[in-house]
């Protein structure tokens, strides 16, 4: 079983930076895959950014140039760096771990809101 939790959500200013951790608990091992979501009230989740255990990054157009995603394998965490944050940037955003087996986990999410 592992768990993911989240923190460093809230409140910032449109062209402003924010940064969220994830950090995971549990048995860990193999390759595996650490990705951020954001669901906006009323729309669907959908991704922002993955790396793998390797390093390897992906990132959803509307956050390319923004974000980077990183990871510190040694203490299972893995990080967003949001700059250059807009008003569309608002949502929650979940922390999900995918070791690539039967079960993935998520975070419970934390809350970011970009507003002047």
């Known amino acids: 079983q592992v768990h993911v939790v989240e923190s460093g959500g809230g409140l910032a200013q449109p062209g402003g930076t924010l940064r969220l951790s994830c950090a995971a608990s549990?048995?860990?091992?193999?390759?595996?895959?650490w990705g951020w979501y954001r669901q906006a009230p009323g729309k669907l989740r959908h991704m922002c950014a993955t790396?793998?255990?390797?390093?390897?990054?992906n990132y959803a157009d509307s956050v390319k140039g923004r974000f980077t995603i990183s990871r510190d394998n040694a203490k299972n965490t893995v990080y967003l760096q949001m700059n250059s944050l807009k008003y569309d940037d608002t949502a929650v955003y979940y922390c999900?771990?995918?070791?690539?087996?039967?079960?993935?986990?998520w975070g419970q999410g934390t809350q970011v809101t970009v507003s002047s």
């Open positions: 999900n771990f995918d070791p690539l087996g039967p079960a993935d986990y």
């Open positions: 790396i793998t255990s390797g390093g390897n990054t």
């Open positions: 549990g048995s860990i091992s193999g390759f595996y895959v």
